[in-house]
């Protein structure tokens, strides 16, 4: 398959807890998207990359959210201190250039 | 106002009716639109471009108007498997997609 994919699918924690969610994108795709999905809601833009350097960055939802992409293939989304607030689908999405973007499958928090 | 807003629907139309969306947007300086589909619990996918000068895929037609900043989707002869959530997404010059929350389609036999 060679879409992109997201790691976990599914993550149930406790409040307060850290989380990190993996996506990897199609790979010849240099922009990478994350987006948060709540239910009855089109999906809220957080930040993006093209390759390693990220160029918003200001839509993150607090300080407790942050991303990497360090060597422009993979990304890694981090919430720390978790809050039942931050329970939600977390999609991420790549794209060649300013094309239209391919979803993964996203990843469902919950935050118990 | 919203940067992009979309009638939440649903539209409940019977098998074989057209139907049309409109998703409207703030930000005069946008310069790419597009319309995903999304299926209960799965992921937005692409379903067409938006162009200046309109696109047609098979019984699926987008317009862009820029004077009244709109985009359209038209669906015709409408099939139970069009029944979805249609997103549309609009990017201004920073590139960052803005997605509407979408329009919910029921189509019934």
């Known amino acids: 398959d060679t879409g992109v994919s997201q790691d976990p699918r599914h993550k149930i924690t406790k409040r307060g807890q850290n989380v990190t969610f993996r996506c990897d994108p199609i790979?010849?795709?240099?922009?990478l998207y994350w987006y948060r999905q709540t239910l009855g809601q089109g999906p809220e833009f957080l930040t993006y990359?093209?390759?390693?350097?990220?160029?918003?960055k200001s839509r993150l939802l607090s300080d407790r959210f942050s991303a990497e992409r360090p060597k422009g293939s993979f990304s890694t989304l981090e919430i720390q201190r978790t809050e039942q607030g931050d329970s939600a689908m977390y999609l991420c999405?790549?794209?060649?250039?300013?094309?239209?973007?391919?979803f993964g499958p996203g990843t469902r928090l919950t935050v118990l | 106002r919203k940067e992009v807003e979309q009638d939440p629907g649903p539209f409940n139309v019977p098998e074989g009716a057209t139907v049309a969306f409109n998703c409207t947007y703030s930000?005069?300086?946008?310069?790419?639109f597009f319309w995903y589909r999304q299926d209960c619990r799965k992921e937005p996918k692409l379903l067409m471009s938006?162009?200046?000068s309109g696109n047609e895929d098979g019984r699926f037609t987008a317009q862009l108007n820029r004077a009244s900043q709109y985009i359209s989707l038209l669906i015709r002869d409408s099939k139970l498997s069009d029944s979805a959530t249609y997103l549309c997404?609009?990017?201004?010059?920073?590139?960052?997609?803005?997605f509407g929350r979408g329009t919910s389609l029921i189509v019934h036999p």
């Open positions: 999405a790549s794209s060649f250039s300013v094309n239209e973007q391919f």
């Open positions: 790979s010849e795709h240099n922009r």
């Open positions: 990359f093209q390759n390693e350097a990220q160029l918003e």
């Open positions: 930000n005069s300086a946008s310069q790419s």
């Open positions: 938006v162009y200046s």
């Open positions: 997404v609009v990017s201004g010059g920073s590139y960052i997609p803005t």
